[in-house]
């Protein structure tokens, strides 16, 4: 069974520009988690997914950053514009349930430079 | 405030000796307390939850309610568990929404 996929692996982009991260979910996965870790510092959630709906966003640092679900599949998570600070790893999760394990992808490092 | 504190970045160790991972919390109410594990070049992966009580890997982990601590433990260490390791806490309800620590690094020496 194939586990979570994310996409690109790598990025590096200049401040300004637009990155956009994909996330495809295990297949049968209702919950889809964005999480990120920058530079020496914890993971830290961004949001959740329950299909195609955000249940908590709560951690999305700010406006530059739009997550969507369309169709309750795959996710993306745009940065727009990046900012130096965005630079980090990018950990996406799914899970059946709430309360089940959540599986995560290999993450996507961003570089902003 | 919820948070997850491991104090030590790197902890470097000897095959066979034994390894400690030191885990601390802040919650208010009853958390659920993990370890993540993530092996050079692969994905973040659950190593253990406290409720399950099992060992996975030789390695164990006892919740300390009255120290709030969740530490990581195994008594003769191999190279193979040369890994970055993360503590994890889930408030009840909390969605799988995972509060994590900075990690630790452990490195296995021969």
């Known amino acids: 069974e194939a586990g979570v996929t994310q996409f690109p692996s790598h990025s590096v982009i200049e401040k300004g520009q637009t990155v956009t991260l994909r996330c495809d979910p295990i297949s049968g996965h209702d919950n889809l988690y964005w999480y990120r870790r920058v530079m020496g510092k914890e993971i830290k959630f961004l949001l959740h997914?329950?299909?195609?709906?955000?249940?908590?966003e709560s951690g999305m640092p700010n406006n530059r950053f739009l997550a969507e679900r369309t169709g309750g599949t795959y996710s993306t998570l745009k940065v727009q514009p990046a900012e130096l600070e965005d630079s980090g790893v990018y950990f996406c999760a799914s899970s059946q349930t709430v309360n089940t394990e959540a599986f995560f992808g290999q993450g996507t490092r961003l570089t902003v430079v | 405030a919820q948070r997850v504190t491991q104090p030590e970045k790197l902890l470097s160790v000897f095959k066979g000796a034994p390894v400690e991972l030191k885990c601390n919390y802040s919650?208010?109410?009853?958390?659920?307390l993990f370890w993540y594990v993530q092996y050079s070049r692969q994905r973040l992966q659950l190593l253990l939850r406290?409720?399950s009580r099992e060992s996975i890997k030789g390695f164990t982990a006892d919740l300390n309610k009255g120290e709030t601590s969740f530490h990581l433990k195994k008594p003769f260490a191999q190279e193979e568990d040369s890994a970055m390791y993360y503590c994890?806490?889930?408030?009840?309800?909390?969605?799988?929404?995972?509060?994590f620590g900075a990690g630790t690094r452990l490195a296995v020496h021969p």
């Open positions: 994890a806490l889930r408030a009840l309800g909390g969605y799988n929404k995972l509060i």
């Open positions: 406290h409720i």
């Open positions: 997914f329950v299909k195609e709906s955000k249940q908590d």
């Open positions: 919650y208010s109410g009853s958390p659920e």
